[in-house]
């Protein structure tokens, strides 16, 4: 499937969501996968729709394992 067909699909569905509050999307998968990248285009074609979106990216946040007591 062309990126772009997916991502007016994917703009599609969120834009039929209708919630009295903000709509939520999260994107997950391993790293290196894209998950920026896609994040960053579906934001694009959000926006080009007049859906207000804010991005709040967790790159680089990384829950350190709990120091061992000796």
Known sequence: MPR????????????AVDRP??????????????????????ISHLQQRNRPVIHASVDGFHNPPSP???
């Open 4 to 15: 772009t067909k997916l991502l007016n699909q994917l703009a599609d569905m969120i834009d």
């Open 21 to 42: 509050h903000p709509v939520r999307v999260g994107i997950d998968g391993p790293g290196a996968s894209g998950k920026t990248t896609l994040a960053a285009d579906l």
């Open 68 to 70: 061992q007591q000796t």
